[in-house]
């Protein structure tokens, strides 16, 4: 289960017990990767229905746009579709190699794992070097695989955006 959101954002409230501070690494952990898969899924939406594109595109961006204009209704919701599962499929790609479940890069006998440690800093003035006040495991204990529960993050965290059945049926459910 995540942990309250309020309780998440405010350090200096975190229960000292070690487990617990770990859940709430994780958690923010997820807050980070659920943000990013929404707001790469948004970019797609805004330019698939909004025509939110770069001010000077390059050519081959104007090729995309080009392509995307010509794109029905029906079309543009096939297209996001698609980009969406793109996104996830990185993002859980990415998970599983820091899991270490999707090769390896070193060669045998030896196997490598990512570890993730959350650093939490204390804010400084600007010029100031920021000092590490903790640095917490995310993945570091057994049974923490971050491509198993990637997906109950997505279900449970990402912002639905009325998608994607709603991009195939009323247009007025895309606002």
Partial sequence: MAANLDVVSTYDKWSTDSEVR????????????????DSWVVVARNMLFEGVFAKSPTANEQRVIDWINGMSYE???AALCFAREMVQGGLFSMMCHIDGCAGSVLAQPFRE????????????????VP?????????????????????????RFSRKLNW????????SQNR
Avoid: C
Avoid at 22 to 37: I, N, P
Avoid at 113 to 128: A, D, F, G, P, V
Avoid at 164 to 171: G, N, T
């Fill in 75 to 77: 079309e543009r919701g």
């Fill in 22 to 37: 770990r859940a709430m690494a994780l958690d923010v952990l997820r807050q980070h990767v659920v943000a990013a898969f």
């Fill in 131 to 155: 000092t590490a006040v903790e640095q917490i495991p995310v993945n570091e204990e057994e049974g923490t695989e971050l491509h198993e529960i990637w997906f109950d993050w997505l279900e």
């Fill in 164 to 171: 994607p059945e709603a991009f195939f049926s009323d247009p």
């Fill in 113 to 128: 794992r990512i570890h993730l440690k959350l650093t939490i800093y204390h804010n400084k003035e600007s010029n100031e």
